[in-house]
């Protein structure tokens, strides 16, 4: 087991995608206007890529178009003082074409905001480290 | 109440705080090496400063001094479809001075992470914003 020098346990890129594939909820980082910004989304890990909804005129649909940007997902027990984190960094592009639409239209990928939610972002994880607080 | 473009409810910076106060953990998002980066820490709200501890070598520390970052927290019901997050954006400062640091040593912070912890980071919340969803 790989520890880093914060004391952290070190995941693998497997045991980072398995983790990615069971959270409901990550977060994505981009920049707007030239600072850093974070949002909540809705996801679903579809093989390499992370699949996010959006409308198509949302601050989100514009600041990631062809971005390089980061997406973290986390869980931990507040009572044991123990989780994990994982991150995947990559290229964010706007899915244009219709025939990729429709398929990612299959995921099982529900967004909880209201709202029209068309536009599709693609992340592809390209590089992923994560990390784990044990007991 | 106000509702932004995609139908979420937005927040007051009073409610912003309020909520940030009550959550345990959240994420910093930083630039390191020209990449958006993101990484989850436990930390306290001490009026409008966000403090966190950091070890002097960390990554963290070193990418995260003099620098304007966003500060992210959340909260999710995953049965209800429910939840806020707050965002703040402002400078993060390396604490410097002797007199500050012991008083922030006081402040009820305690890091999850192993390892010795004796730098502290401090976040101004100069921007600050939240969204909610609710039922």
């Known amino acids: 087991m790989q520890v880093d020098s914060s004391g952290l346990q070190v995941l693998s890129r497997a045991e980072c995608l398995d983790l990615l594939s069971t959270a409901p909820i990550g977060r994505i980082v981009f920049t707007d206007q030239a600072l850093p910004a974070v949002q909540p989304v809705n996801f679903h ?45 990559g290229l964010a592009r706007a899915v244009t074409d219709p025939t990729e639409r429709d398929r990612l239209a299959e ?29």
Chains 1, 2 share one sequence.
């Not at 178009?65 to 984190?85: K, M």
């Open 45 to 89: 890990l579809d093989g390499h890529s992370i699949v996010i909804r959006t409308s198509t005129g949302s601050k989100l649909a514009a600041a990631t178009r062809r971005a390089v940007v980061a997406f973290e997902a986390d869980e931990f027990d507040l009572e044991r003082r123990t989780g994990w984190s994982v991150t995947a960094v």
């Open 107 to 135: 995921l099982p990928l529900t967004t909880w905001a209201p709202g029209n939610r068309d536009h599709y972002i693609v992340v592809e994880a390209e590089q992923v480290s994560g990390r784990r607080i044990a007991d």
